[in-house]
């Protein structure tokens, strides 16, 4: 789940922006995204400010919301996938170990930060439509900006990984002046974090439109693509399987090219996949 108050990758507030009218609560989205073994449930849709409530607690975004009662974020999700429109309902609860109060700039200006909030959680998932109930490992965090990615950036990638006794996370961006930063944090379950030397980065396959995709990891034991749960022309959220500090562990991934995104033709590919409602 992602929680967005100006969406960054919608071609409505791209093009509010261009016309003096980019009101970052007119353009709020809850993406969800379910990854089944033989079924993926995709929603985002984009909703104005008159569907839009936020407190110091909570963020409605149409029928659905999510809010903070101490001691976990929950998601109540009532949306409709797209491209092939289906109900998905559920709740979603995030209980962390711990929440860290350190956030890390991404650029060289300062223009972008990222706060891994609660690097350790734990995740309860109960869907209605689908029926899907899990309890398992996960984490949250959040992104903000004051200028579009697409002008700040050229590419970023991101994993996670859960070790039994810590978490290891990795930000690595690329400016459009080719400077950025490499973050390695060691997260422990009491919120204690450590910054590393990053680990060697390694070169994977590709995905289907061609996203590049590079992964941190033990130079011993090179990272490989055990399944990619995204592929979009600007995007890709994957599986990886990897060592990191000795230790045998499933990865989550992320590689984003901001090149690719600005592109007219992908803009005008993504209505298909995020719709927009006023209300």
Known sequence: MIAFVGSVFSPYY???RRVGRGDPLNHCALNVALYGERRKHWAMTERGRNAIGRTKREFVIGPSSVDWDGDALTFRIDEVAAPFPHRLRGVVRAYPSALTSDA?????????????????SRVQVDFQNPAIRWLGDGYFDMNYGAVPLELEFRNWEWSRAALRRETIISYDTVGRNQDGSSLALRFDRKGKVEQLEPLPRATLRPTGWRVPRTARGDAQQIATVARTLEDA?????????????????????ESLSLDRFRMPIVQAMLPFRMPRRLT
Request: with cysteine; charged share 10%; proline share 7%.
């Open 14 to 16: 791209a093009l509010a």
């Open 104 to 120: 890390f700039a991404l650029d060289a200006a300062g223009r972008h930060c990222w706060h891994p909030i609660a690097p350790c």
């Open 233 to 253: 022309p600007f995007y890709a959220r994957s599986q990886l399987s990897a060592t990191l500090l000795g230790e045998t562990v499933d990865m989550m991934h």
